[in-house]
Every structure is written in C-alpha cells, then in structure tokens.
C-alpha cells in the first residue's frame, strides 16, 4: 500500500566503499599483495584508501601474446608500461630503487615486499582515481596516476581516456508478449525456404 503520510524523502548520498572517481588528494596505500587467482593466474593488487575509508584498488596481471599483443617486442612493451606504473607507486616511497626481474612472479613477489612495510609509514598521496567501462572505480592506468602530497605542483592530469564521469546507459526493456518473439529478430530459427536441409 502506498500512502503520502508514510512515504519517506531520503537526502543523503550513499557513495558505497569507493573512492569517488577524480584526483584524490590525502591517499594512503593500504596493502600490497601478490595473489593467486582460482584459474592459478598470478597478479598484483595494491589498494589504496583515503581518509574516510573508501578504496581504490590496482590490479596488474600477467601480459601474455593475444590479438593485440602478437610479438615479442609487442609484449615487452607491454611489460615496460606495466612495470612503469607499478613504479610510480615504489618511487612515491623509495625514489632510488632499481631491480630486474625474470618473470612475472619474481617481480610481483619484489614489489609486496618492497611496498608492504611502506603501509605503516602513512604517507600521504595523489591518486587518480576513473571509471571503466562498467561503471567500475580503478587506478587510472593513464599517464602519472600517483605523487606525494608534499609535491608542491602536481603532474597528475587527466587524460582523454580517463573518464571522471559516471555512463549513463539506458536499460533495454524486453517484450513480454509471446508472439512478438515469433517475428523478433534475434529469434535463431529460420524461417520460409532457409530451414531446407538442402
């Protein structure tokens, strides 16, 4: 039953746990860890929190030969960016760092235990935080997503990729008339001369 003398008018903005797309200011990193996925993938997620609770998170998988990655040079670099913005992150803390690794693991394995004892040190960030394409938050994957907050000017930007905006996208509605499905064009069954075995 509906009635305007229980109807209920709620102002308050319910953000969730997540850190609001944009460049955040006052950012700590909140834990660094080398995981395994169910599929037996490695990968890296580091998460980072603000003053208030809500995260951001930054996951690095492996790089593997796909249709877009077709060479060894093409992966290597897709290594190189990969590595590149995992170091802004370690440059944030220790700015003189250097290592080589000769896999995924090794290098992974090297960034928690280089990173893990920077949580305790409370350092405050700037993180760049987007949307992808699901309407998701993540680390900006585009240009210098992370600084010190004691950098006097900022180099964090936003690119044109980055999307700070929130999609829009409009539900599709389906029929519910049976017979409509008969004519409906994603129907699979053929129809007239086409369903002839011949």
Not at 33 to 39: D, I, L, M, T, V
């Amino acid at each position: 039953m509906y009635s305007t003398s229980t109807a209920v008018t709620n102002n308050n903005e319910s953000n969730g746990s997540y850190m609001p797309a944009g460049i955040n200011e006052n950012v700590f990193l909140k834990s660094v860890e080398a995981k395994k996925s169910p599929n037996g993938h490695d990968f890296l997620e580091i998460t980072f929190e603000n003053s208030e609770g809500k995260t951001a998170t930054m996951t690095e998988w492996k790089n593997e030969k796909s249709m877009w990655v077709k060479t060894d040079e093409d992966l290597q670099r897709r290594d190189n960016l990969q590595f590149g913005r995992i170091m802004q992150v370690i440059n944030c803390y220790l700015p003189n760092v250097e290592g080589e690794f000769n896999t995924f693991k090794e290098m992974i394995d090297w960034v928690q235990a280089t990173l893990s004892p920077m949580v305790a040190t409370k350092k405050a960030l700037r993180l760049k935080v987007v949307y992808d394409k699901n309407n998701y938050t993540q680390v900006s994957k585009n240009g210098i997503f992370v600084e010190p907050m004691d950098k006097a000017e900022t180099e964090i930007k936003k690119f044109s990729r980055d999307s700070f905006e929130r999609q829009v996208v409009a539900d599709v509605e389906k029929s519910t008339d049976p017979l409509a499905s008969a004519t409906n064009a994603d129907s699979t069954q053929a129809s007239g001369s086409d369903d002839l075995p011949f």
